[in-house]
C-alpha cells in the first residue's frame, strides 16, 4: 500500500488527525494498532493534546463526523431525554473548564449510565492522568474503527 493509500485508509481513525496514520507508516510491525500506539507515545504532548481536543463532547448538539455520529448513536447518546441532555451538558462543562479538553471514552464499551458515572469519576483525577487515560481511551476507539475498516 502506498503512503498516501495508507494515510487515506486509516486517517480517519483518529479524529481529524491523519498524521497519527501518517507516522505510523514509516513505523515496522504487523500490527496496525501497536504502531498507532508507538506514534502516540513518541508524539509531543502539544499533539496529543491537539488530538484529545479534535473529539467532540459527548452528547453536545453539534456536527460530527460519522464515525463519532454512529458510534454516539449506538450509545443512545444522540436521543436524550432533557434531564439525560442537561447531565451530559453539566459534565462536559465542568471536564472542559478543569482539563482543558473534552471528556473522552469509548462509547462502544459503555452506556449512558456507565459514561456519566465514569465522567464523575474521572472528574477527581489530575490533568496528566486524563490526558494519559483520554490517549488510552482514543486507542481504544481507533481499534473499533479499525476492525470496522476489515
Known amino acids: 500500500m502506498t503512503r498516501n493509500d495508507f ?10 488527525s491523519p498524521w497519527v496514520a501518517a ?4 513505523l515496522p510491525g504487523d500490527c496496525l494498532l501497536s504502531r498507532f500506539a508507538a506514534v502516540l507515545d513518541a508524539a509531543h504532548e502539544d499533539e496529543r493534546l491537539a488530538l484529545i481536543c479534535a473529539h467532540p463532547e459527548l452528547a453536545a448538539k453539534v456536527d460530527l463526523t460519522d464515525a463519532s455520529a454512529a458510534e454516539q448513536q449506538g450509545a443512545g447518546l444522540r436521543a436524550l431525554t432533557e434531564p439525560e441532555f442537561l447531565t451530559f ?9 478543569k482539563f482543558g479538553f473534552p471528556f473522552v471514552i469509548c462509547v462502544r464499551e459503555n452506556t449512558k449510565s456507565s459514561i456519566i458515572a465514569a465522567a464523575s469519576r474521572r472528574l477527581r483525577n489530575d490533568p496528566a492522568t486524563e490526558q494519559q487515560i483520554a490517549i ?4 481504544k ?6 476492525e470496522a475498516l476489515r
Open 141 to 146: 476507539i481507533a481499534k473499533y474503527r479499525l
Open 23 to 26: 507516522r505510523a507508516y514509516d
Open 89 to 97: 451538558h453539566g459534565l462536559n462543562a465542568a471536564y472542559r473548564d
Open 7 to 16: 494515510i487515506n485508509r486509516y486517517g480517519q481513525l483518529f479524529e481529524h
Open 136 to 139: 488510552a481511551e482514543i486507542l
